[in-house]
């Protein structure tokens, strides 16, 4: 079936360092998102990408749709310490179900 | 309600015993998914819901693994004769309709906090 491949696996940054985290894909997607999963909740969506190109920011956070439409890159700025989480790529094929493939994750920690 | 409720949030069972996970997915939501997450991986898909029918179960692991849902409504998910490799996170998630996101937001999957099971 279809895979993510998301990078790096973890992070360990200081307090006010820019962080880059990716994802490639052998199959290409519709749409690419982007999820951050909080300690014993589910995941919450930060950022969709609905274009091949597209360059969007939420606050901080800026996601972009590869050309290739084959990969993604999710860039925070001036990390603080609530980012800390598990950051979650996911593509949606064009269906009908809508249903996502996620990446693997990536766990982000901030020292303060 | 206003987000998608799950029950237990944690449940311990023996290996060979039978669960039951719940979803009580966002009113009026008519597509249900559920996925499972195990320690340290993604999200894997196990099977989609349009309303009370299930156009894709195709993620379900094997004939042990089985979901319903009534009225549009809850969804249950049942593993029978559990195994130590069923330890796992399991997510539920709702939206509006199925289909693709878009850039109105339409189609976003909301998830719930999950069920975490433990198979002893």
Not at chain 1, 70 to 96: E, H, M, R, T, W
Not at chain 2, 108 to 116: K, P, Q
């Amino acid at each position: 079936g279809q895979q993510l491949n998301q990078s790096p696996q973890s992070m360990f940054i200081q307090e006010g360092e820019d962080v880059s985290m990716n994802c490639t894909s052998s199959s290409i997607f519709n749409t690419w998102l982007w999820y951050k999963q909080d300690p014993g909740e589910g995941p919450v969506l930060l950022i969709a990408l609905y274009k091949a190109g597209e360059l969007t920011s939420n606050g901080r956070l800026t996601a972009q749709f590869g050309i290739t439409r084959k990969d993604s890159f999710l860039n925070i700025s001036a990390s603080i310490p609530s980012d800390v989480g598990i950051y979650f790529c996911a593509g949606q094929l064009f269906s009908n179900t809508g249903k996502l493939i996620f990446g693997q994750g990536t766990t982000l920690q901030v020292k303060p | 309600g206003a987000g998608v409720s799950q029950s237990p949030s944690n449940k311990v069972t023996e290996k060979g015993k039978d669960v039951e996970l719940r979803c009580d997915p966002i009113s009026g939501h008519t597509a249900l998914y559920w996925y499972r997450q195990s320690l340290g991986q993604g999200l894997e898909f196990l099977i989609y819901f349009q309303g009370n029918s299930a156009p894709d179960k195709s993620g379900l692991p094997s004939d042990r693994f089985s979901a319903e849902r009534t009225g549009g409504s809850v969804s249950t998910l049942t593993i029978q004769r559990t195994q130590q490799e069923d330890s796992a996170v399991y997510l539920c998630a709702s939206s509006s309709r199925g289909g693709q996101v878009t850039p109105s937001g339409a189609n976003v999957l909301t998830f719930g906090a999950g069920s975490r099971l433990t198979v002893l």
